[in-house]
């Protein structure tokens, strides 16, 4: 019945091949040691490869010595700390990722602001792992909607936007259950149109707010209908839904 399909999704949630690798790897170091660690972050963060180096941050693959566990770390770009308001919306972005219990918003595990360290927990992959040519079935997709909601109600409830919802920032957990990204002072809104951003994703509001409003919380809403747009058809998505897109998500009209 009921009881055993949870079993088994809990089963095949172990045996996942990015979960199984992450495991042997924690604990072949719990059998040989960690070796003695120089120039620790925050005194006990091991910094390992770096996944992205960006304008805002650059995000490391790193190890906590203290508790035995992979951990992911944002360093934010030292001009984004001299701003005293840029720092007093990273702290409550870092406090609201912190407490949220949602379930549907990355955890931050430590922060030091004065530093611009961001510690994540680590997560196994992202939507784009789950695209498929011919679209993701209609059920998983709203399952996958219902999440990365529930994450932005969590948001939106303390006035702030995600700014960045994108199939590279609606990060999976090892059960392919979906957490929003840490985006470090993007929840400003103002700040939420970069300059590599898709126009697809980008609320007509953020292009002109004379003709279409004040942007507000609701550009994540519109560009999280058109994530799960492109999970739903599949490829082609631009031009089986508007011929007026280009190949690189621009619009050509």
Known sequence: GKAKNLVEEAYDCLIQPHRRRRYDA????????VPAAKNLVLSRYQIGQKLSDGDRTSIYEAFDTHLSRDVIIKKIAAERLRNAEQLALLRREAELFASNNSGHLVKILDFDAPKGIIVLERMASNLASLSKPSGVDSHLVY?????ALRGLDALHSQGLAHGRIDHEHLLLDDCNQVKLSVTPGVSGIATALGPTASTRYVAPEMLNPGIFGTPGVAIDLYALGFVMLELLVGKGFAKKVNPGFSSKGGDSQ
Do not use: A, H, P, V
């Open 26 to 33: 924690q604990l072949q170091r719990k059998i040989n040691g």
């Open 143 to 147: 399952e996958l909607l219902e999440q």
